[in-house]
Nanobody, 118 residues
Framework: QVQLVESGGGLVQAGGSLRISCARS????????MAWFRQAPGKEREFVAG????????YYSDSARGRFTISRDNAKNTLYLQMNNLKPEDTGVYYC???????????WGEGTQVTVSS
């Protein structure tokens, strides 16, 4: 039912910026949280930043705080992650996540690759 499609990944030099997007379909209420996770090769998927949809409250991992900004466009059903001052350790596949506490369901996109060169 819920579909998440990420876009905007690519190759960037350390210190550069990138914005990735997550287009959502199939969820009409506001009882959910959306978030970005990332996964480097051979490592576990880790939380990057999240947003409570009903009030756009945001929260960040320690590594993302101060450099990344998560935001939404409610009219477009789209979640964004603006990444500034990128570091090589930011490299990985970035996944969009939606958790609905009302439905008791968790959804994932297919991911978009972000590569930061030193």
């Amino acid at each position: 039912q819920v579909q998440l499609v990420e876009s905007g990944g690519g190759l960037v030099q350390a210190g550069g910026s990138l914005r990735i997007s997550c287009a959502r379909s199939g969820h009409t209420d506001s009882t959910y949280v959306m978030a970005w996770f990332r996964q480097a090769p051979g490592k576990e998927r880790e939380f990057v930043a999240g947003l409570t949809w009903i009030d756009a409250y945001t929260y960040y991992s320690d590594s993302a705080r101060g450099r990344f900004t998560i935001s939404r466009d409610n009219a477009k059903n789209t979640l964004y992650l603006q990444m500034n001052n990128l570091k090589p350790e930011d490299t990985g596949v970035y996944y969009c996540n939606l958790y609905s506490w009302k439905r008791g369901r968790n959804y994932w996109g297919e991911g978009t690759q972000v590569t930061v060169s030193s």
